[in-house]
């Protein structure tokens, strides 16, 4: 049961009080749109409007992204890219729009309620969901909203939406009005979604003027709204009239200007059509004579954007700014950098990515396997039904989800097949043009073709701050066939706040033991075998095969806590962890990316091919655990024993 927040001026009625499924997931330490781990309160204060309130209160100001869904499957896997860059600069929310033709509420790829699932489950992002009436009956709005639900979406934009053809068409059994919608999800879902609704600072231009638009947002809020966002406009004035106009009528709930940085002139002629907006003449006196000069017009969309909103925040009157990015992020970057609104906190909430889900809210530890490909992680455990809080606990049934699905755009590569080749090789040679791209990837130089390695099939970014404190380690072992797939360096109280390795919140101190995970050949694995024996009790390994011969000196049902941190006033919170059963279901996938995302680059028969077959044949999977954190790391050393066995001479023959 959540908390329930009424409204200020009380002046709607729920038809239904049970609120069972109230959001859930946990609070921001940045309040942005990035989750965290849930503290006293947790359902209440995680509602977008709370965190809304509370900004105000502070006189912080945020900002907030528009998107909309892609055309093609490669244009979601970069939009969800884009979704990652962006998050960085801690929107408070973003949204996504609704278009009717494009089967909005279906499974595919790009439709908007797949690509707002895949921002709150796998980017992390607090996310509104546009929801038009436009040629929708009354279940199938009661639907989608219900398959929202299930996704982990908690917040709608209700809006009547544009007609599909040059005039407005009742449809039987829908709605007409973004009013009556409001009323429905309150009436059928309670007050489990945040509901925000569309302002139109020089007045709809369906509406029978401007005054008469206004009394049409005072009844959309009193059924129910929480927010408003505006249309878009180009003089600050415009706005603030506006917001006076709507206090004075009694609208007291928050509105968000809509912002739009002028980014090419065709695009802006597009966006005033649809919008029925007059642009200023004197925008379009700058404009015009500079219309071909893509370049020139997005410098000038930019200043004019930044000045239009430092009027805005200056006035006290405007919360936040909302930004039309039309799917694009560099104008609206350089805005938010110049407001000083785009701010990079390099500390995390946790140590690795957050799902937004409202089920997901309690989950603060994880196996460190899937630290590089946390979206494939949320996918294998969407079905469970309670995470992991505070501890991993006995691990004898995580019951993850098989991983057959590679070709789903939240998991795919954002680099195109021809990006990868000039990556990993056109023609692969032997096993060491393997440990060469591994190698270019640690020290980010370009290969024998001049091309950069940016990604391996088990990482699909370049490699972390944390990671490069391991660089030159990295490389040298990557060099001789110690294939690394994931690492941490040793690290005993360094503060949370700290820039590479911090995380949690302020005033804290992080631990972790030194970690490495890697492929190597069998021949090093039985002389990596013998070495390990004069380092127990301190190191503990795994090593495995694909057919599942398992080699350990770990507690076969005992995790090892291998990340924690201590903060003032809570719990020790231990957030990563080594987990035999939970590694043996990571080591299925991780063979599988051996064949999926680099071996099908190449035809069958082919020399290349059948290289990648032969290390996912014959190669291992080993991680390694240094536990004594405090001293200094040692894997290192087992790496060099190793070596330094395998490369004595022979024993003589007694």
């Given at each position: 049961?959540?908390?329930?927040?009424?409204?200020?001026?009380?002046?709607?009625?729920?038809?239904?009080?049970?609120?069972?499924?109230?959001?859930?997931?946990?609070?921001?330490?940045?309040e942005s749109s990035r989750c965290s781990t849930p503290g006293p309160d947790a359902d209440r204060a995680d509602r977008l409007r709370e965190k809304m309130r509370r900004r105000i209160e502070s006189g912080d100001p945020w900002f907030s992204l528009e998107f909309f869904p892609p055309r093609t499957s490669s244009g979601a896997v970069n939009l969800?890219?884009?979704?990652?860059?962006?998050?960085?600069?801690?929107?408070?929310?973003?949204?996504?729009?609704?278009?009717?033709?494009?089967?909005?509420?279906?499974?595919?790829?790009?439709?908007?309620?797949?690509?707002?699932?895949?921002?709150?489950?796998?980017?992390?992002?607090?996310?509104?969901?546009h929801l038009t009436c436009c040629n929708q009956t009354k279940e199938n709005i009661t639907a989608h909203l219900s398959k929202a639900k299930r996704l982990g979406l908690k917040n709608i934009m209700a809006l009547r939406g544009d007609p599909l053809g040059d005039s407005w068409e009742e449809e039987e059994g829908g709605f007409s009005y973004a009013?009556?919608?409001?009323?429905?999800?309150?009436?059928?879902?309670?007050?489990?979604?945040?509901?925000?609704?569309?302002?139109?600072?020089?007045?709809?231009?369906?509406?029978?003027?401007?005054?008469?638009?206004?009394?049409?947002?005072?009844?959309?809020?009193?059924?129910?709204?929480?927010?408003?966002?505006?249309?878009?406009?180009?003089?600050?004035?415009?706005?603030?009239?506006?917001?006076?106009?709507?206090?004075?009528?009694?609208?007291?709930?928050?509105?968000?200007?809509?912002?739009?940085?002028?980014?090419?002139?065709?695009?802006?002629?597009?966006?005033?059509?649809?919008?029925?907006?007059?642009?200023?003449?004197?925008?379009?006196?700058?404009?015009?004579?500079?219309?071909?000069?893509?370049?020139?017009?997005?410098?000038?969309?930019?200043?004019?954007?930044?000045?239009?909103?430092?009027?805005?925040?200056?006035?006290?009157?405007?919360?936040?700014?909302?930004?039309?990015?039309?799917?694009?992020?560099?104008?609206?970057?350089?805005?938010?950098?110049?407001?000083?609104?785009?701010?990079e906190d390099p500390r995390r909430p946790l140590p690795w990515a957050i799902s937004a889900h409202p089920k997901r809210k309690v989950e603060d530890v994880r196996p460190i396997f899937w630290a590089s490909r946390p979206k494939s992680y949320i996918y294998r455990t969407q079905d469970w039904d309670e995470f992991p809080n505070g501890r991993w606990?006995?691990?004898?049934?995580?019951?993850?989800?098989?991983?057959?699905?590679?070709?789903?755009?939240?998991?795919?590569?954002?680099?195109?097949?021809?990006?990868?080749?000039?990556?990993?090789?056109?023609?692969?040679?032997?096993?060491?043009?393997?440990?060469?791209?591994?190698?270019?990837?640690?020290?980010?130089?370009?290969?024998?073709?001049?091309?950069?390695?940016?990604?391996?099939?088990?990482?699909?970014?370049?490699?972390?701050?944390?990671?490069?404190?391991?660089?030159?380690?990295?490389?040298?072992?990557?060099?001789?066939?110690?294939?690394?797939?994931?690492?941490?360096?040793?690290?005993?109280?360094?503060?949370?706040?700290?820039?590479?390795?911090?995380?949690?919140?302020?005033?804290?101190?992080?631990?972790?033991?030194?970690?490495?995970?890697?492929?190597?050949?069998?021949?090093?694995?039985?002389?990596?075998?013998?070495?390990?024996?004069?380092?127990?009790?301190?190191?503990?390994?795994?090593?495995?095969?694909?057919?599942?011969?398992?080699?350990?000196?770990?507690?076969?049902?005992?995790?090892?806590?291998?990340?924690?941190?201590?903060?003032?006033?809570?719990?020790?919170?231990?957030?990563?962890?080594?987990?035999?059963?939970?590694?043996?279901?990571?080591?299925?996938?991780?063979?599988?990316?051996?064949?999926?995302?680099?071996?099908?680059?190449?035809?069958?028969?082919?020399?290349?091919?059948?290289?990648?077959?032969?290390?996912?044949?014959?190669?291992?999977?080993?991680?390694?655990?240094?536990?004594?954190?405090?001293?200094?790391?040692?894997?290192?050393?087992?790496?060099?024993?190793?070596?330094?066995?395998?490369?004595?001479?022979?024993?003589?023959?007694?």
């Amino acid at each position: 049961m959540v908390n329930q927040v009424q409204k200020v001026d009380g002046s709607w009625q729920s038809c239904k009080s049970d609120s069972s499924g109230a959001s859930n997931s946990g609070e921001s330490s940045r309040e942005s749109s990035r989750c965290s781990t849930p503290g006293p309160d947790a359902d209440r204060a995680d509602r977008l409007r709370e965190k809304m309130r509370r900004r105000i209160e502070s006189g912080d100001p945020w900002f907030s992204l528009e998107f909309f869904p892609p055309r093609t499957s490669s244009g979601a896997v970069n939009l969800i890219s884009r979704f990652d860059r962006m998050g960085f600069g801690g929107p408070l929310f973003i949204d996504i729009t609704w278009h009717p033709a494009g089967d909005p509420g279906s499974d595919k790829e790009t439709s908007s309620m797949m690509i707002a699932s895949t921002a709150v489950n796998y980017c992390g992002l607090e996310s509104i969901l546009h929801l038009t009436c436009c040629n929708q009956t009354k279940e199938n709005i009661t639907a989608h909203l219900s398959k929202a639900k299930r996704l982990g979406l908690k917040n709608i934009m209700a809006l009547r939406g544009d007609p599909l053809g040059d005039s407005w068409e009742e449809e039987e059994g829908g709605f007409s009005y973004a009013t009556d919608l409001v009323k429905h999800i309150r009436c059928e879902f309670d007050d489990y979604f945040d509901i925000c609704v569309a302002g139109y600072p020089t007045g709809h231009p369906e509406a029978d003027g401007y005054h008469a638009d206004l009394k049409h947002l005072k009844e959309k809020v009193d059924a129910g709204a929480d927010f408003v966002i505006t249309q878009l406009f180009f003089r600050a004035e415009t706005f603030l009239s506006f917001v006076k106009d709507c206090r004075a009528i009694g609208i007291t709930c928050p509105i968000l200007p809509g912002v739009f940085p002028i980014q090419g002139y065709q695009s802006l002629r597009q966006l005033v059509k649809l919008s029925k907006l007059e642009v200023p003449k004197e925008i379009m006196e700058v404009i015009e004579p500079i219309k071909d000069n893509d370049a020139a017009i997005r410098n000038y969309g930019i200043q004019q954007a930044v000045e239009m909103c430092k009027v805005l925040l200056d006035s006290g009157v405007v919360p936040g700014l909302h930004f039309f990015t039309l799917n694009r992020e560099v104008a609206t970057i350089q805005v938010l950098r110049q407001l000083g609104l785009w701010i990079e906190d390099p500390r995390r909430p946790l140590p690795w990515a957050i799902s937004a889900h409202p089920k997901r809210k309690v989950e603060d530890v994880r196996p460190i396997f899937w630290a590089s490909r946390p979206k494939s992680y949320i996918y294998r455990t969407q079905d469970w039904d309670e995470f992991p809080n505070g501890r991993w606990g006995n691990s004898s049934s995580p019951a993850f989800g098989e991983l057959n699905d590679y070709y789903l755009f939240y998991l795919k590569s954002k680099c195109s097949k021809d990006a990868l080749l000039q990556m990993w090789g056109e023609e692969l040679t032997s096993e060491e043009s393997v440990f060469e791209v591994f190698t270019n990837y640690i020290t980010a130089q370009a290969n024998l073709s001049g091309h950069k390695v940016m990604c391996l099939p088990w990482n699909d970014d370049p490699l972390a701050p944390e990671t490069n404190l391991l660089k030159d380690e990295l490389e040298k072992v990557n060099r001789r066939g110690i294939l690394t797939i994931n690492s941490q360096p040793n690290i005993n109280g360094k503060p949370s706040s700290d820039p590479i390795v911090g995380w949690g919140p302020p005033g804290g101190y992080v631990f972790q033991k030194a970690y490495l995970e890697f492929f190597t050949s069998s021949e090093n694995v039985t002389a990596l075998l013998k070495v390990l024996r004069k380092y127990e009790p301190r190191v503990n390994y795994h090593i495995v095969n694909v057919q599942g011969k398992n080699l350990t000196n770990a507690h076969d049902m005992q995790p090892n806590a291998v990340t924690w941190g201590i903060f003032p006033g809570r719990e020790i919170i231990q957030p990563t962890v080594v987990d035999p059963v939970s590694f043996m279901y990571w080591k299925d996938e991780a063979f599988a990316l051996w064949i999926e995302q680099w071996a099908k680059l190449y035809e069958e028969e082919s020399p290349s091919r059948m290289i990648i077959q032969y290390i996912h044949d014959n190669y291992y999977l080993v991680n390694l655990v240094d536990n004594d954190f405090p001293l200094d790391n040692c894997l290192w050393q087992v790496i060099d024993d190793m070596f330094d066995l395998l490369d004595a001479p022979p024993e003589p023959l007694q």
